[in-house]
């Protein structure tokens, strides 16, 4: 039995960090906007239910470890394997397989790409053991506490959820849980007003979310009068974004990617880089209308919000520049947990 599952990664449109507990209850609630995106993440796992053998392969590290058994493999010590290891003691497997993992996504890209990674485990293995998630919330939150554990730094939530679900994810963080909507702009999605205006850039420099959210975590916490203020900022400016997304108002999107940078700059020292500060001035000056910096900023992909007439010109301009134009394109709502 081969099964592959293929996770998308996801950009963040605005409400950032504010997924991350106790953020969210800090302020009384908070809004999360992301879209899913065609940059994948994909677990093939092969089982081989005659063979006590378990074979684990990551091509983007570049290593394959084969353990005889199962005992054998949750003895390994490699950090590299955590994420491995904790799969197998969660669903503690009582066959041999071959396991084989690739994420499209830029390493430190700040698209989510370890969550995706995390949510297409997932999903490969509820396949193989059958036993399925009764909920998306459910497989959040085991990904949650699974992600947390192997990194050892506070974590949030949303992105996993375009991970399962698709489509523009509007989550509404409460003291009562999380509420999702998956929201797909009418008619066909990759050929909308949003998809066409839509240009994802990396820039060269790797980021580190776990880093830069625990700061902001810390000065929260500390209760410092500018943190607070940006969170807050940051609230409101997601709850607007989601209005006008849910209307399809797309070009009045422009001067709320403005204020969320300007508000997202002040969490946390590191959230800028000059990569970043080049890049905005570049786009800009060749006719984008905003940028929005993807995850917890301080490198990684921006995405540069583009009239339609100039998109081209900008991708060209950024290109020269030494920036790397991601060819990413949104994707739909997926239709179930597999």
């Known amino acids: 039995m081969k099964i592959q ?11 950032g960090t504010l997924d991350m507990w106790p953020l969210y209850s800090f302020i009384g609630g908070a809004t999360t906007i992301n879209v899913a995106i065609d940059i994948y993440t994909t677990v093939e796992l092969e089982i081989t239910p005659n063979d006590s053998k378990i074979e684990i392969e990551s091509l983007d590290l570049g290593f394959k470890k084969v353990f005889v058994s199962y005992d054998q493999a949750i003895k390994e010590m490699d950090q590299g394997l955590s994420l491995y290891k904790m799969q197998l003691q969660y669903w503690k497997p ?4 071959k396991l084989k993992t690739k994420s499209d996504s830029p390493i430190g890209g700040g698209l989510g790409g370890s969550s995706s990674l995390l949510i297409s485990l997932l999903k490969a293995f509820s396949k193989a053991t059958i036993k399925p998630f009764t909920s998306v919330h459910s497989m959040v939150e085991l990904a949650h506490n699974l992600e ?12 996993y959820y375009p991970a399962i679900s698709g489509g523009i994810n509007i989550l509404e963080y409460r003291a009562t849980g999380i509420a999702q909507e998956v929201f797909n702009e009418p008619d066909d999605f990759i050929n909308s007003e949003f998809s066409k205006r839509f240009l994802l850039v990396y820039t060269g420099r790797s980021h580190h979310s776990g880093m830069n959210n625990f700061e902001v975590l810390k000065n929260a916490v500390a209760k410092k009068t500018e943190t607070i203020k940006a969170l807050i900022a940051l609230k409101y400016i997601a709850q607007e974004m989601a209005a006008k997304v849910k209307a399809g108002l797309w070009s009045e999107l422009t001067p709320l990617f403005h204020r969320e940078y300007e508000a997202r700059v002040q969490l946390a020292s590191a959230i800028l880089s000059p990569e970043i500060e080049k890049l905005k001035e570049i786009a800009l000056s060749n006719g984008a209308e905003a940028i929005k910096i993807c995850g917890a900023g301080g490198g990684g992909c921006v995405m540069v919000w583009c009239p339609i007439s100039k998109k081209d010109q900008i991708a060209k301009a950024c290109a020269v520049s030494g920036f790397q134009i991601i060819n990413a394109k949104p994707v739909g709502s997926l239709t179930n947990l597999q």
């Open 5 to 15: 599952i293929q996770s998308p990664t996801r950009v963040d449109l605005a409400g």
């Open 148 to 159: 947390a554990e192997q990194l050892l730094t506070p974590t949030g939530t949303q992105d």
């Open 94 to 97: 009582n066959f041999g397989f």
